[in-house]
T-cell receptor
């Protein structure tokens, strides 16, 4: 069964305290792994797409990496405005072109 | 960038009434749109895949007669929750893929529609 598991469920950081979020997946025929940011009461906002193991992408304080079984979202020197829920999703397997989402990691950054 | 717009953003209705939610791709054409539902502190769950000019494909456990989907044009898909009940209260989010962006096409999401059924 296609599955996406994110950990931890919640993460509290001090401003400037770097950390990583994990996304483990099992899917047959991965076509892409996606990271989204979701603020309360809003739709997901696209961050990155990774297509193959070894690929890395960066955007400001965020860096996403991909292996054959998991992806990491590294947050360097986070700021309070980085507080949000970060969602990981995969495309492939039985879902076809739709995305299979994990439950997300809720990040809180305090100043 | 590509934008997907949903309307209404919030709707409150009485039990037994029907509610229509619109999803529009504003600057690209989308032959396929996806409808998701998200309960509090839960992941987005795919409800159905909306195909322009043909019937929608529903996920297992989603009642097609209750959640009517119409994809009448390349920029508009609608989700109608018929005879809504309190258990249908949720956050409904649509998404559309811009095939002109990225290798697999970037999937953009609307702002979501919060449905509350009294």
């Amino acid at each position: 069964e296609d599955q996406v598991t994110q950990s931890p469920e919640a993460l509290r950081l001090q401003e400037g305290e770097s950390s990583s979020l994990n996304c483990s997946y099992t899917v047959s025929g991965l076509r892409g792994l996606f990271w989204y940011r979701q603020d309360p009461g809003k739709g997901p906002e696209f961050l990155f797409t990774l297509y193959s193991a070894g690929e890395e992408k960066e955007k400001e304080r965020l860096k996403a990496t991909l292996t054959k079984k998991e992806s990491f979202l590294h947050i360097t020197a986070p700021k309070p405005e980085d507080s949000a829920t970060y969602l990981c999703a995969v495309q492939g397997g039985q879902a076809g072109t739709a995305l299979i989402f994990g439950k997300g990691t809720t990040l809180s950054v305090s100043s | 960038g590509a934008v997907v717009s949903q309307h209404p953003s919030r709707v409150i209705c009485k039990s037994g009434t029907s509610v229509k939610i619109e999803c529009r791709s504003l600057d690209f054409q989308a032959t396929t749109m996806f409808w998701y539902r998200q309960f509090p502190k839960q992941s987005l769950m795919l409800m159905a895949t909306s195909n322009e000019g043909s019937k929608a494909t529903y996920e297992q456990g989603v009642e097609k007669d209750k959640f009517l989907i119409n994809h009448a044009s390349l920029t508009l898909s609608t989700l109608t929750v018929t005879s809504a009940h309190p258990e249908d209260s949720s956050f409904y989010i649509c998404s559309a893929r811009d095939l002109g962006r990225g290798r697999a096409g970037e999937l953009f999401f609307g702002e979501g529609s919060r449905l509350t059924v009294l």
